[in-house]
């Protein structure tokens, strides 16, 4: 063999030995899918026989449901037909029962109907706060489906008797009453009829349709108040008392009724000038007053003492300056008139006192009232520009700028003319007794010069 010939035979050996791995695979792998198929047949085989199985079991539970409910369906029918039965039944009942009622239906429906009207009536009355077991009593009775028999009669007869009877009644009594902050307490409440309920001088209105009490937000004005409190601490038969028999309606209407310092609020700036203008002119003019009045005492003590002159006094100053010798007052009586007449003046100043400045705030009092309704009607008329005049409430504010600025002008003006009118004449008697003694005494005295 050449060499040529044993290297070709070297090269072909490999392939040879791939060849035959290969088949060695394919073999094992045709056996492993004939294996597969032999299980799935199997499985398939076990699958078949169990669901033949299965179908005999499901038809048995098949006929189980059917039978049961063809039983369902037979109770169902029973039972509608029983219903259908019973309704039937219920209708031949009420028919019978309306026939044999006759004129009883009437009595109820009435009975209704005055419970009706009374509930409405007693929800709005203090009485519930009271006896709150009447509300529950009423609300049974006037129920569309109640048919009362004669023990709902007589409790229907007794409140309302019961009614009556406390209308003409004074209570005090334990009920809940609500504060303004909404806190609810049990309280001692003086109950008046129907008509008024307070505690600690508060009055109280019935709450729409329950049984509490309310406080009023806005209480009626002092006044009314005190009235409250004195009628809480007597014990007299009969005694003053503020009656609402609108039940809490006529009370807070009165409430809303702005106090003293509201109004004066309501008044603006001018109305604080008008007021300050007018404590100032009082305080002045009263404290004249009392001095006018403790000089004309001084003055007429002076009257029944004239020869011994005394400075405590306008007549005792004036006395006291007629100085000189008597023999020689002929020859002086113009120079002593004068010193009279002078003494006479230097008074006069302190007699008429604070009345330029009173006759002042009489004459500005109105001005100044007026000026705060103009201030008002334009503040009025900018309402009007802004929101309208729909709504008279929105032109309130101005309005009563307006009027209560014109009241406290008046207000200060005329108490204040009075009052001035009064110092200038009491001024004038005491100036004029100066007049009358200074003359007579200067004559008293030429007429002895004179002897």
């Not at 802004?386 to 409430?393: I, L, N, S, T, V």
Request: proline share 4%; hydrophobic share 45%; charged share 25%.
């Amino acid at each position: 063999m050449s060499a040529r010939k044993l290297l070709c035979a070297l090269a072909l050996l490999p392939g040879i030995a791939l060849a035959q791995t290969q088949a060695k695979g394919m073999d094992d792998l045709l056996n492993r899918i004939r294996q597969d198929g032999a299980a799935s047949a199997k499985l398939n085989q076990e699958r078949e026989a169990r669901f033949l199985r299965d179908r005999s079991a499901q038809a048995e539970m098949l006929q189980k449901a059917e039978a049961e409910h063809a039983s369902v369906k037979a109770r169902s029918d029973a039972i509608r037909a029983r219903y259908e039965a019973n309704q039937k039944q219920i209708a031949e009942l009420k028919e019978q029962f309306k026939t044999r009622a006759g004129d009883y239906t009437q009595v109820a429906a009435t009975v209704r109907q005055a419970a009706a009207d009374f509930r409405s009536h007693a929800g709005d009355s203090p009485l519930s706060t009271q006896f709150p077991e009447r509300l529950a009593v009423l609300d049974a009775l006037s129920a569309d489906d109640a048919m009362p028999g004669q023990a709902d009669i007589e409790k229907l007869w007794f409140v309302l008797q019961q009614e009556m009877t406390e209308n003409g009644r004074v209570a005090r009594f334990q009920g809940e009453v609500v504060d303004t902050q909404g806190s609810s307490t049990k309280e001692e409440v003086i109950r008046v009829g129907a008509f008024t309920a307070f505690r600690d001088g508060d009055y109280l209105v019935p709450q729409p349709g329950g049984n509490q009490l309310l406080e009023l937000l806005h209480q009626p004005e002092r006044g009314f108040r005190s009235l409250a409190r004195k009628f809480a601490d007597r014990d007299e038969a009969t005694a003053p008392i503020l009656i609402d028999p609108t039940g809490g309606t006529l009370l807070a209407q009165e409430a809303l009724r702005p106090s003293l310092g509201e109004r004066i609020e309501q008044g603006g700036a001018v109305g604080y000038v008008i007021i300050a203008v007018g404590l100032v002119g009082a305080v002045l003019a009263i404290w004249q007053l009392a001095w006018l009045l403790r000089t004309d005492r001084a003055v007429r003590r002076q009257l029944d003492n004239v020869a011994q002159p005394s400075q405590d006094n306008p007549l005792g100053r004036v006395l006291a300056t007629f100085k000189g010798d008597p023999n020689t007052a002929a020859e002086d009586a113009e120079v002593i008139e004068l010193r009279l007449s002078e003494a006479v003046l230097r008074e006069v100043p302190k007699l008429e006192r604070f009345q330029a400045f009173l006759r002042l705030a009489v004459a500005a009092g109105p001005l100044l009232g007026l000026i705060g309704t103009v201030v008002g009607m334009i503040i009025t008329f900018q309402v009007i520009t802004e929101q309208g005049a729909g709504d008279p409430r929105m032109m309130a504010e101005g309005i009563s700028q307006a009027m209560i600025a014109t009241v406290l002008g008046l207000g200060i003006a005329v108490p204040l003319l009075f009052i001035n009118s009064l110092l200038a004449a009491r001024s004038r008697v005491i100036t004029q007794i100066l007049d009358e003694q200074a003359t007579g005494l200067l004559a008293e005295r030429l007429e002895k010069a004179r002897a």
